[in-house]
């Protein structure tokens, strides 16, 4: 087994475990498959959280063990990737329109995820403080 520290997902100090030879990903809360990402936590990093999800693509693994959702592979992870990249690329562009966040949360879009109907979208909207407080740095 080797641990392997990533820096990035729900929260700043995600450890993924990796199993080499069966290239099984134990990836805790750095890939949720189908699952929607929570952006409450105050370490959070939508660049970190991506960077993570291209190092799991990196390790090729063939199982991966989501922190929520069922099995996933490498097209579930890129399917993630691309959503966080989708959602800090719309607030960059609605920020460069000098937008306060609040304006941005209300012209965002967001996925749809089908499968946490109880789920709240001011929690998804917490993302949008994260990446315009990236954008700040």
């Known amino acids: ?5 990533l820096g990035g997902g729900e929260t700043a100090d995600t450890i993924v475990a990796y199993l080499p030879e069966e290239k099984i990903l134990f990836a805790s809360d750095v890939v949720l498959n189908g699952a929607p990402p929570y952006f ?14 291209e190092a799991v693509e990196a390790l090729a693994p063939r ?9 996933a ?23 460069r329109e000098r937008l306060t966040p609040q304006q941005i949360k209300e ?11 109880w789920f709240p ?15 700040k740095r």
């Open 40 to 53: 409450g936590d105050p370490t959070v990093s939508v660049n970190d959280w991506i960077a993570s999800l």
């Open 63 to 71: 199982v991966i063990v989501p922190g929520h959702g069922p099995l």
């Open 107 to 117: 012209r965002v879009r967001l996925r749809d995820y089908p499968g946490y109907p």
């Open 73 to 95: 592979g490498l097209d579930d992870v890129r399917r993630m990737a691309g959503d966080l990249r989708d959602y800090r690329r719309q607030v960059i562009d609605l920020a």
């Open 1 to 5: 087994v080797v641990l392997r520290p």
């Open 121 to 135: 979208r001011e929690a998804l909207l917490l993302g949008v403080d994260v990446i315009y407080k990236e954008l």
